[in-house]
């Protein structure tokens, strides 16, 4: 493989294509697959206290993501989701916005690498970044949505062809797309109740782990973190001495 050819021969040919595509169903699958080895990873870790799993995974996460910058066509991940979808209808599009998008992905993982699994050293800012991972490839598997693919059509100022779910093409959407007024209003109430009640959760159930812990304290203002301190200290308080009168 020459430079060029790395550089401008990326993807497939395949005919009634004006460019090189991928088989986006493959991307997406591989994508879940990631995605749910990296659920996995966090319960492991954090119910079994095991750190290999995730040093294993990140370590796989980073090897991925650069065989795809070099050729989606032997990154485990992009076979692994070929063998599950084979006899789906393929569904092309453009390969240059993926493989930019999965630069970003590596770009993510190389830090992971050094913090998590050459040199362990973990924290919750860092963890965020194992979360962006996984809500990235939700984000892909589920909805077809690869934020990659916008950060390169806004950095190259060229709208890209053959985009995931046909949303580079303008179009009208069709009637089933359309919400009526119940619709709308059943998404909002759902919507508003997974926030709230992901609040309510945070903000007023014991956390049970440091994680848990750090967004229990992220949820709550100052007076609402003092209000707490002082009850668990009077708490203390009575359990230490009772309601002895002095």
Avoid at 73 to 98: D, T
Avoid at 107 to 114: C, Y
Wanted: hydrophobic share 50%; proline share 4%.
């Amino acid at each position: 493989m020459n430079l060029h050819s790395f550089l401008w021969e990326y993807g497939e040919k395949v005919p009634g294509y004006d460019i090189r595509v991928i088989n986006e169903r493959e991307a997406r699958a591989a994508a879940g697959i990631l995605g749910t080895l990296g659920m996995i990873v966090i319960f492991v870790g954090i119910g079994f206290n095991h750190i290999i799993v995730a040093r294993v995974y990140l370590a796989f996460l980073f090897l991925d993501f650069t065989a795809r910058m070099i050729s989606p066509n032997y990154a485990p991940s992009m076979l692994l989701g070929k063998f599950v979808v084979q006899n789906q209808k393929p569904e092309y599009v453009g390969a240059m916005q993926k493989r930019f998008a999965w630069t970003l992905g590596w770009l993510i993982s190389l830090p992971m690498l050094w913090w998590f699994v050459i040199h362990w050293d973990i924290n919750f800012y860092k963890v965020l970044i194992c979360v962006l991972c996984l809500v990235l490839t939700f984000l892909e598997s589920a909805f077809s949505i690869c934020v990659g693919c916008m950060i390169y059509k806004a950095i190259t100022k060229d709208d890209p062809q053959h985009c995931p779910g046909g949303v580079c093409e303008i179009r009208q959407k069709e009637p089933i797309q359309m919400f009526n007024p119940v619709q709308k209003a059943i998404t909002a109430l759902t919507m508003v109740g997974l926030i709230v009640g992901t609040y309510l959760f945070l903000a007023y159930e014991e956390p049970k782990t440091f994680f848990g812990e750090f967004l229990h304290e992220t949820v709550l203002t100052e007076t609402q973190l003092q209000k707490e301190k002082d009850a668990a200290y009077q708490k203390e308080m009575e359990a230490e001495f009772g309601d002895d009168d002095f």
